[in-house]
């Protein structure tokens, strides 16, 4: 297995490199996953070009693809009621759903952590500066991963909403938050998991993991298309309706209906990419599975790698902790941006460098002010592509 | 060498002080070697496509990589101006 592509940073790299015979190497997994699951570009396209047919509106002619990814997306989750999946174009749609959702009052607390993405943060800051809540941050522990002692004293105050992320998009350090979010719940707060990161590479089980909410996408570890993702509410818990309109069915009341899923869904689904979704997830039900095997592979030769290397720093460098396929490092001597110019434009290794979206972990990891540069592997990844980062990473820092 | 088009590029802090050169034609290695003129030039010829870095006395830095039609500057907030006509200058010479 291999994964190369056209490196996205100033244009025509791509074309330059195939010129000196050299193939671009895709390691911007976390960002958005390369290649796609086998058959979903067809599936986007065979939808494409067939006659629209919108779900509850076309009398059964036509397969109903929302239906199926809500279907194997409850299987995945571990749940049994599909219809509390709504579907949203992106995780970043479904967290805010999430906590705009829960009408939480001026004064009311949130607990969450450092390591989480703009998605989370910058909805709770608006929350805060906009309605007066509070906002609780817990930081990191010793080992590096999230500082148990600090969440439970930030428990003992009572949240109304505990949101924690499943795998950081910057260390790719997988959080335990079984345990966590059964005391949280057990504390009386709803529990959100962001699993943009996780859902796909490893097990997601929202009842196991004590998860009321679950917000993820489809274009990272799903490998499906883009502006796909969705959330799981958990029966019983009944959000806001942030979004309202047009919905194709009960046309004829005055106000949005109340039933999920099209409770918290509204306008014209995107439903080529739909398509390409339930492949996705029908795939990731079968020969997907075996990928997550070589990303576990493949990632440890990565971080193994650059350990290895003179010059070379690993951010949350601790060997045990389970992880993604997500590696954060810096180059002595090089500002974080340069090492990712030259990654890209020198050697054809697509990767991503700065803050990634989640600006309180860097304190915390010892990458601040400037971030990391960050090489994410996927199951498509091979060994080959791993030793060209290492290296390139090794030319550069010699 | 002329500049063709400027803009500015966009990454995780304030993007003001970033901004990419579209140029008229491609970096020679005479070109990358004619920036030491400005301040401390690394050229790292033996990658696969050869990567330059300026390092300025007035803070402002440059890359890019030879074959390439375009480079990248950050430049400092003090004296931005001044220091971005420098350059320009200096491309456009």
Redesign the interface.
Known sequence: MTATASAPC???RGE??AN?D?RPVYLNNAATAWPRAPGVVEAVADALRTPPAHPGRSGGRTPDVAAECRRLLAGLLGVSTPERLVLTVHATSALNLAIGGLDLRPGELVVTTVTEHNSVLRPLNHLQRDRGIRVTTVGLGEDGGLDVRAFEQALAEQPALVVVNHASNVTGRVTEVGPLFARARAAGAVTLLDASQSLGHIPVHAPALHADLVAFTGHKGLHGPPGTGGLYVTPGLELGQTFVGGTGVRSDLRLHPAEMPVRLEAGTPNLPALAGLAVALRWGTTDGRRLNANLQRVASRLRNGLRSLTGVTLFDDVPEAPRTGVVSFAVEGW?V??VG??LE????IACRT????A?LIHRAIGSAPH?TVRLSVSGFNSDQDVDAALEAVE??AR | MTIVRVEKVEDCFDGSSVYRYWLDRTWTREDILGLQALGELEYFADFPRPFFRLHCPDGMQAKGVEGEDNCQAVFPSRDRETIRERLEAFLQR
Do not use: K, Q, V, W
């Open positions: 100033a244009g025509r330059s490199l000196n050299r500002r941006d340069d110019c030259a434009e020198s050697f054809g700065g803050l990634h979206c600006p971030g030319r550069i």
